[in-house]
């Protein structure tokens, strides 16, 4: 029998942990390389009993932040200018330019100043808005239409358990991917697979 499935990536959460493993910002080429190990997972954890193929990747991310603020000093910071908006914008890109690769985004918004615990010093705090709405949403869609048999997350967001809980009662077999990362108790207990 053959099954679709679906990779849902949190992007920040895996860039994140891409990040802390390989010390360096992750690629285009990683993000399907991680895509292609997932999959390989899935197959083995079904140990043959279906032909497990794949359907759509879904990246749920927010473009950097591109305004101009005021920072503690009061003189003006142009984020659009930075080499790390270039780069990010530059990466998220290349990720909707793929196959099968559908690019969820959200809002990154500007909410203020706090101090780094680290250096002592004042930094931009930003904020995701609608990524985890936009996540939740597309599962329970997926769920309902039955346009795939399996979902992967790869995600470590304790805040998806509703759409997961909705998406195991409509059929659908829910697999977890955690690069490695702590999962909690209460997001393990609703998925039907942890892949390791």
Same mark, same amino acid.
């Given at each position: ?76 910071? !142009? ?6 908006? /270039?780069? =990010?914008?530059?990466? &998220?890109?290349? #990720?909707?330019? *793929? ?59 304790? !805040? ?6 909705? /998406?195991? =009662?409509?059929?659908? &077999?829910?697999? #977890?991917?955690? *690069? ?17």
């Amino acid at each position: 029998m053959t099954t679709k499935v679906n990779i849902l990536i949190d992007g920040g959460f895996f860039w994140q942990c891409f990040k802390k493993i390989n010390k360096r910002n992750p690629q285009p080429k990683d993000v399907w390389q991680t895509v292609n190990d997932v999959m390989a997972l899935v197959k083995r954890q079904t140990n043959g009993e279906t032909e497990d193929i794949l359907f759509r990747v879904f990246y749920y991310d927010c473009r950097p932040f591109g305004g101009t603020i005021k920072d503690v000093a009061g003189n003006s910071v !142009d984020y659009s200018v930075s080499t790390g908006y /270039a780069m =990010k914008n530059k990466y &998220l890109d290349a #990720l909707c330019a *793929m196959d099968r690769f559908a690019l969820r985004l959200g809002e990154l918004s500007f909410t203020g100043w706090k101090q780094d615990i680290y250096s002592k010093q004042m930094k931009p705090d930003f904020k995701q808005k609608s990524v985890d709405m936009k996540f939740g949403l597309d599962m329970a869609t997926m769920a309902t239409k039955h346009t795939v048999d399996k979902i992967v997350l790869i995600a470590g967001d304790s !805040d998806f358990i509703a759409p997961i809980k909705f /998406a195991r =009662k409509e059929g659908l &077999l829910i697999y #977890l991917y955690s *690069m490695g990362n702590p999962i909690k108790q209460s997001l393990r207990g609703h998925c039907d697979y942890v892949l390791k």
